[in-house]
T-cell receptor
Framework: DAGITQSPRHKVTETGTPVTLRCHQT?????MYWYRQDPGHGLRLIHY???????DKGEVSDGYSVSRSKTEDFLLTLESATSSQTSVYFC??????????????FGPGTRLTVL | AQSVAQPEDQVNVAEGNPLTVKCTYS??????LFWYVQYPNRGLQFLLK??????LVKGSYGFEAEFNKSQTSFHLKKPSALVSDSALYFC??????????????FGTGTQLKVEL
């Protein structure tokens, strides 16, 4: 966890409000990821980035957008939060190339509650 | 589609006994498999990975995993469990993404409880 931080760690918001979660890594990793963790589903990929300004959708991307303007920062935005987006959100990063077998390193998570 | 399955939601074991957390995979081509552990209110920590080579992979905290191609399994093991091993364990498989890079597809997790 040492090289990846997430903010905020906890957030409670209301349905319909925008929310931005921030991930910051100091490892100069090329790849960054946003996952959500829900009981019975494990972790599911929301969006990922393979470089500055290069992002793509994961398997549960509806209702989410991302931006990466610097190598170290990866932002996840819920444009209009819904109760179904109540979850724990994890950021991860990974060095290397497209074909690398490097493990991913995870941040401590953000617990988001949408009322 | 590449996937992993963890058939047990929870595993209970007495301290000092050997433990096994099961994982099976379904992939096309060579599987690249990982185990992670999650302690309460923490992010996931990498334990070990199988890429190629020896079927027995050794990892952090005394854990090891056995890759079995014929049974499409990658079970996590430890010879002697500790109470401090109690945590949520995830198996994962690497998936190459068409847009570039790769992702991990996770199993649903197995809660390990080690009791005195």
């Amino acid at each position: 966890d040492a090289g990846i931080t997430q903010s905020p760690r906890h957030k409670v918001t209301e349905t319909g409000t925008p929310v931005t979660l921030r991930c910051h890594q100091t490892e100069n990793h090329r790849y960054m990821y946003w996952y959500r963790q829900d009981p019975g589903h494990g972790l599911r990929l929301i969006h990922y980035s393979y470089g500055v300004k290069d992002t793509d959708k994961g398997e549960v991307s509806d209702g989410y957008s991302v931006s990466r303007s610097k190598t170290e920062d990866f932002l996840l935005t819920l444009e209009s939060a819904t109760s179904s987006q109540t979850s724990v959100y994890f950021c991860a990063s990974c060095p290397g190339t497209r074909s690398s077998y490097n493990e991913q390193f995870f941040g401590p998570g953000t617990r988001l509650t949408v009322l | 589609a590449q996937s992993v399955a963890q058939p047990e939601d929870q595993v209970n074991v007495a301290e000092g006994n050997p433990l096994t957390v099961k994982c099976t995979y379904s992939v096309s081509g060579n599987p690249y498999l990982f185990w992670y552990v999650q302690y309460p209110n923490r992010g996931l920590q990498f334990l070990l990975k199988y890429i190629t080579g020896d079927n027995l992979v050794k990892g952090s905290y005394g854990f090891e995993a056995e890759f079995n191609k014929s049974q499409t399994s990658f079970h996590l093991k430890k010879p002697s469990a500790l109470v401090s091993d109690s945590a949520l364990y995830f198996c994962a498989v690497r998936v190459v993404l068409t847009g570039g890079g790769n992702k991990l597809t996770f199993g649903t997790g197995t809660q390990l409880k080690v009791e005195l």
